[in-house]
Nanobody, 128 residues
Framework: QVQLVESGGGSVQAGGSLRLSCVAS????????MAWFRQAPGKEREGVAG???????SYVDSVKGRFVISKDNAKSTLYLQMNSLKPEDTAMYYC??????????????????????WGQGTQVTVSS
């Protein structure tokens, strides 16, 4: 059974940093497209960052230069380092995996429909 468990969320002031983690289990980790999404109240779920088998990364424009997605295959863990946080980054953050694709499509990685498995989410709140 595929499981994704996020952690690392919390409350910080604007300009602060957080590192989110997502521990995966139930499948052979490493050769998949994985991503971080976020969803704020009343808004659609948004793709934030994606990473593939070769550690190629993609980011939504609003987080470029501030967030870094990475993975540790030995620990089956996906990370999201978030720096220079802004109040508009406040949201529930989810990790997701597409078990059918070793590489992330340059457009489809941002679509929630691409991913068949999701974690339960971790809340990030940034105050001004």
């Amino acid at each position: 059974q595929v499981q994704l468990v996020e952690s690392g969320g919390g409350s910080v002031q604007a300009g602060g940093s957080l590192r989110l983690s997502c521990v995966a289990s139930g499948y052979t980790y490493s050769r998949q497209c994985m991503a971080w999404f976020r969803q704020a109240p009343g808004k659609e779920r948004e793709g934030v960052a994606g990473i593939d088998t070769d550690a190629n990364t993609s980011y939504v424009d609003s987080v470029k230069g501030r967030f870094v997605i990475s993975k540790d295959n030995a620990k089956s863990t996906l990370y999201l380092q978030m720096n220079s946080l802004k109040p508009e980054d406040t949201a529930m953050y989810y990790c997701a995996v597409d078990l059918l694709s070793a590489y992330c499509n340059r457009w489809l990685w941002r679509s929630p429909r691409t991913y068949g498995h999701w974690g339960q989410g971790t809340q990030v709140t940034v105050s001004s």
